[in-house]
């Protein structure tokens, strides 16, 4: 299974790749190498996959949909395998081959967890999935890419890839089917970072001239627009949540399928603070979205491994007001180059 760094390292390295990233983006080749040996270097140390063993909430929806559709004598590739948990779970399952593919040296942590517990029907395989062939068809396909943003661990060109080559017709994808929102949200008051004009501190003291500085802006490192949502931080969405994005990877022709502009509409309810727009996903394991095996990483549900980005806003809006909002997700697997503009 690939997995996630700590969320505090995982910021760390995508700041210090922002600017390379950035420069390289129209070029697909290119920027495909740069998520290949982000991801190589980003899940290389024990602590990392520590975190995400620990999520009881990945884990129990990756094992309940792994006992519900890997099927005795089943085939399985496990996409980047990481500490092989996945691979471990389909043999449990009763498959009567499993394919661990993992392009990093974390492998051999794999492979000694695998003789530890004496399960001998996975094949380990030290290569990118791209460069993978197996010499029978494959009945499923494990994996775990989705980064904080759902699409920024070459989710999308790892798995169209592997249905394309190495899935049996009919075969299935494990999880397939995903939903991707990006909502306004409102701050509990005790985690709320108000945007500088907008502090209020004692003694009269005013910060509101900052608001339009020629000065200030020489201070502004581009973190005063996006910040990183603690946990608990969120009171309540602005509205009903709808998706932005709704994809089945059995379907989904190609990345630029998707469609990267949107424009979102919700009432506020109340009286409130805006205080930005949240990124988040759902990953669903069954062909029907109600029913029962899925994950989130909702602010509002049970903490999980992944990350919530969120772009700011900080707007004081009255109950019955109603926010629009322009969002263009640009390159969808890169969320640096995504913005979010107020209507």
């Not at 029907?121 to 999935?129: G, H, L, T, W």
């Not at 790892?158 to 909502?183: M, Q, T, W």
């Not at 899925?294 to 700011?312: D, E, I, K, Y």
Request: hydrophobic share 40%.
């Amino acid at each position: 299974m690939r997995e996630r760094m700590s969320q505090a390292a995982t910021r760390s390295a995508r700041a210090a790749l922002a600017f390379g990233a950035e420069k390289l983006a129209n070029s697909e080749l290119v920027m495909g190498l740069v998520y290949d040996l982000s991801n190589e270097s980003n899940f290389a140390g024990l602590s990392e996959h520590e975190e995400m063993l620990s999520d009881e909430v990945r884990v129990s929806a990756y094992h309940r949909a792994i006992g519900r559709y890997v099927a005795p004598g089943d085939v399985v590739l496990d996409l980047g395998t990481g500490t092989g948990l996945l691979a471990f779970m389909a043999s449990r399952a009763g498959a009567a081959k499993v394919y661990a593919v993992e392009h990093s040296d974390f492998i051999e942590v794999a492979r000694e967890i695998a003789r530890h517990n004496q399960i001998t029907n996975i094949e380990f395989v030290q290569a990118n999935s791209r460069e993978f062939t197996a010499p029978e068809p494959v009945d499923v396909v494990l994996h775990e890419q989705m980064g904080d943003e759902l699409f920024n661990e070459n989710m999308l060109e790892n798995l169209l890839d592997a249905r394309a080559r190495l899935l049996r017709p009919g075969g299935r994808i494990l999880p397939a089917r995903f939903r991707l929102f990006v909502e306004p949200v409102s701050f509990n008051e005790a985690m709320r970072v108000r945007r500088f004009w907008n502090i209020e501190l004692p003694d009269g003291i005013d910060l509101s001239t900052i608001e339009r500085s020629p000065t200030a802006v020489r201070f502004d490192t581009g973190r005063t627009e996006q910040l990183w949502v603690r946990p608990g931080s969120v009171a309540a969405t602005i509205g009903t949540p709808e998706p932005l994005l709704e994809i089945d990877l059995h379907t989904l022709a190609s990345v630029e399928a998707l469609n990267p502009t949107h424009v979102t509409e919700r009432t506020s309810t109340s009286d409130t603070i805006v205080d930005g727009y949240c990124v988040w996903f759902e990953a669903h394991f069954d062909d029907r979205l109600d029913a029962g095996i899925s994950l989130t990483t909702s602010p509002l549900a049970p903490v999980t491994s992944w990350g919530n980005r969120m772009f700011r806003l900080d707007r004081e809006i009255s109950a019955g007001d109603t926010i629009r909002c322009h969002v263009n997700l640009g390159d969808v697997v890169d969320p640096a180059t995504w913005s979010i503009e107020p209507l």
